[in-house]
T-cell receptor, first 110, second 114 residues
Framework: AQSVAQPEDQVNVAEGNPLTVKCTYS??????LFWYVQYPNRGLQFLLK??????LVKGSYGFEAEFNKSQTSFHLKKPSALVSDSALYFC????????FGKGTKLSVIP | EAQVTQNPRYLITVTGKKLTVTCSQN?????MSWYRQDPGLGLRQIYY???????DKGDVPEGYKVSRKEKRNFPLILESPSPNQTSLYFC?????????????FGPGTRLTVL
């Protein structure tokens, strides 16, 4: 069965520092991987996706994600965090269906 | 503006009183889906629809019904709500469910069943 794990419920980072939100997955066949962001009182918004090709994927708001097939990971990264990046982040994998992780709350401290 | 709308945004009801949460999209998407979001559990799919008159169960369909009579609308029906259905509900849509299509989400409906 396919699954997504986000090992950290919460990540705290100082403004201006690099951030990483971790995601590992399990799926049969080639993975299609996604990151979504949820701001308070809002629906989920698409950030970026990996389908094939370059292992480093660039997305919205300066975010990028690195696909690592051997480690079955798809970590979300940003070189310099902003306070406005504080939100709930979901990793998702598309195999037979779309499965979401449990989410990681990112807090960027001024 | 391309969007998914849900109504109501907030709803407090009592056990057993039938309710419907509406979902509508203006992007001509074939695929629509309902999720519930609970703390520590992430998003779980309730039902989905590949097109008009085509619906199927997701991971947690018990206690819910859906219908897809028009392409743009996908209402979620709780015939006899119970307190364990208290949750945050999201509707989503996308073009035909190809693996690389991202989903567009509505703003959410916070439901409390007393």
């Amino acid at each position: 069965a396919q699954s997504v794990a986000q090992p950290e419920d919460q990540v705290n980072v100082a403004e201006g520092n690099p951030l990483t939100v971790k995601c590992t997955y399990s799926v049969s066949g080639n993975p299609y991987l996604f990151w979504y962001v949820q701001y308070p009182n809002r629906g989920l918004q698409f950030l970026l996706k990996y389908i094939t090709g370059d292992n480093l994927v660039k997305g919205s708001y300066g975010f990028e994600a690195e696909f690592n097939k051997s480690q079955t990971s798809f970590h979300l990264k940003k070189p310099s965090a902003l306070v406005s990046d504080s939100a709930l982040y979901f990793c998702a994998v598309r195999g037979v269906k779309l499965t979401f992780g449990k989410g990681t709350k990112l807090s960027v401290i001024p | 503006e391309a969007q998914v709308t849900q109504n109501p945004r907030y709803l407090i009801t009592v056990t057993g009183k039938k309710l419907t949460v509406t979902c509508s999209q203006n992007m001509n998407h074939e695929y629509m889906s309902w999720y519930r979001q609970d703390p520590g559990l992430g998003l779980r799919q309730i039902y989905y629809s590949m097109n008009v008159e085509v619906t199927d169960k997701g991971d947690v369909p018990e206690g819910y019904k859906v219908s897809r009579k028009e392409k743009r609308n996908f209402p979620l029906i709780l015939e006899s709500p119970s307190p364990n259905q208290t949750s945050l509900y999201f509707c989503a849509s996308s073009l035909l469910q190809k693996p690389d299509n991202e989903q567009f989400f509505g703003p959410g409906t916070r439901l409390t069943v007393l």
